[in-house]
C-alpha cells in the first residue's frame, strides 16, 4: 500500500508568503499527496485565497491556545488522511527538490523511521547558504508521534521513543520580512491590558514590544525597546531591551543600528557573556568569520560567575553555545581544527544534542 502523506500548517495573515512557501513544496510532482492549510478565523488578509488557488484544503477555527496544541490540531486533521504529515512554518520554503524529499519519506518510513528532521539555515537571512546544519522536525507519523504540550518545536513517541533520521536531500530556508505589512495589532491581552494601566512603567512597556516581536511589528517594537531604555535603569530589563532592540533593526535590515545597540548593551553589561555572544551571532551572519571567532573568544574569557537573570536563558547556554558557534565560525574562515575543538567541547556540556552530533560530519 503506498506511502500516504499530507502537509498542513497553520497560517494568519500569511499573504505575503504563503504562495513561495507552497509553491516550493509542490514543484516537480510535489512532497505530499494533498496539502491542508488552517487559517485563524482572525486573519484579515487573502491568506485563505492563495491557499485554495494553489489546491490545498482550507480550514478556519479560531486561533487559541499555545502553538503546539495549534499544531496538534492540524496535525490530527491531516491525520484522518495520512500516515506521514508534513508541517513547516508558512514563511519557510523548502530549497531541493520534494520529489527526492518525499523518495526519502517513503525510504525511511520503510525502515522504520517515524520523525524526520532537516537542516536549517543558521543565519535566518534572505540570501545566506547554509553553514552548518541546524536541525528541527519536518515530518512525522502521527498515529505514533504528538508534539509536548505547550512546546511546539518538540516531538516525542506516543509510547516511547522513536526512530528519527536527518533528510539530505534538501534544506529549509526561513526568510523574515523585509519590509513589515499592516497587519492588525492583536496583542496579548494580558501585555496590553498591562500597558493600557500602566504606561509609565518600563516592564509594561517592554511586554508590549516583546508582542509586536512576536507579532513581526518590526518598526513598534523598535519604538517601545527605545522606550524601555529611556525608562528602565533595571541592568537585566536593559539587557533584554538591547537584545531585542537589536534584533528589530536586523529585521528591519538596518545592520549599522543593529551592530550599535549591541556595542552599547557591551558597554554596559562586559562583565557578563550575552553581549559579546550577540557580537559574535551578528559577525556569523555578516560573514565576518575572523570577527566572529575574535567575539566567541571574547565570551569565553568572561569567568562563568553569576549572571544577570534574562528569565528562559539556561545556564548551559553560557558555557556550550560560545563553543557552538566557534566551531561554525572557525570552520567557515578555514581553521577545521580550531572549530573541531570547539564543537567537542560543546559536545561536553550537550553530549546528546543531535544538532551538534550531526555537525561533527563537516570536519571529518
Known amino acids: ?78 491525520a484522518e488522511s495520512a ?57 512525522w507519523g502521527p498515529a505514533e508521534v504528538r508534539f509536548i504540550f505547550h512546546h511546539h518545536e518538540t516531538l516525542i513517541g506516543r509510547k516511547g521513543p522513536v526512530p528519527e533520521r536527518v533528510l539530505t536531500s534538501a534544506t529549509m530556508e526561513h526568510r523574515p520580512i523585509k519590509k513589515p505589512q499592516d497587519k492588525p495589532r492583536v496583542f496579548h491581552a494580558a501585555a496590553r491590558r498591562s500597558y493600557e494601566a500602566h504606561p509609565k512603567n518600563p516592564r509594561s512597556v517592554f511586554y508590549l514590544g516583546y508582542e509586536h516581536v512576536r507579532s513581526k511589528f518590526w518598526p513598534e517594537a523598535v519604538g517601545a525597546f527605545e522606550t524601555t531604555l529611556r525608562m528602565s535603569e533595571n541592568p537585566a530589563l536593559r539587557l533584554r531591551a538591547q537584545e531585542l532592540l537589536a534584533e528589530s533593526h536586523r529585521m528591519l535590515g538596518d545592520r549599522k543600528r543593529e551592530r550599535a545597540v549591541l556595542l552599547e548593551a557591551l558597554g ?44 528562559h536563558w539556561r545556564p548551559h547556554y553560557y558555557r556550550h553555545h560560545p563553543h557552538d558557534l566557534l566551531a561554525i565560525a572557525y570552520y567557515r574562515a578555514g581553521d577545521k581544527a580550531r572549530g573541531r575543538l570547539h564543537l567537542d567541547r560543546a559536545l561536553e556540556y550537550q553530549p546528546g544534542n543531535k544538532r551538534l552530533l550531526e555537525n561533527r560530519r563537516f570536519f571529518d
Open 1 to 78: 500500500m503506498a506511502l500516504r502523506i499530507v502537509y498542513a500548517c497553520i497560517a494568519r495573515d500569511e499573504e505575503p508568503h504563503l504562495a513561495r512557501h507552497l509553491e516550493s513544496l509542490q514543484r516537480n510532482g510535489g512532497i505530499a499527496d494533498s496539502y491542508l492549510v488552517c487559517v485563524d478565523e482572525a486573519t484579515t488578509d487573502r491568506t485563505a485565497e492563495v491557499a485554495a488557488a494553489l489546491g490545498a484544503r482550507v480550514e478556519h477555527s479560531r486561533f487559541e491556545g499555545s502553538i503546539a496544541v495549534l499544531r496538534q490540531a492540524a496535525a490530527d486533521l491531516a
Open 83 to 139: 500516515d506521514v504529515v508534513v508541517m513547516l512554518d508558512p514563511d519557510e520554503v523548502l530549497a531541493g527538490d520534494p520529489a527526492k524529499v518525499r523518495a526519502e519519506l517513503e525510504q525511511g518510513w520503510a525502515e522504520g523511521v517515524r520523525i524526520f528532521h532537516i537542516a536549517e539555515d543558521y543565519e535566518y537571512d534572505d540570501y545566506g547558504d547554509c553553514t552548518l546544519a541546524f536541525n528541527r522536525y519536518v515530518a
Open 268 to 311: 554596559e553589561h562586559a562583565s557578563i557573556r550575552d553581549p559579546y555572544i550577540w557580537l559574535c551571532e551578528a559577525a556569523g551572519r555578516a560573514r565576518t568569520w575572523i570577527e566572529a571567532c575574535a567575539w566567541g573568544e571574547a565570551a569565553l574569557a568572561i569567568p562563568l560567575g553569576p549572571q544577570v537573570d534574562r528569565g
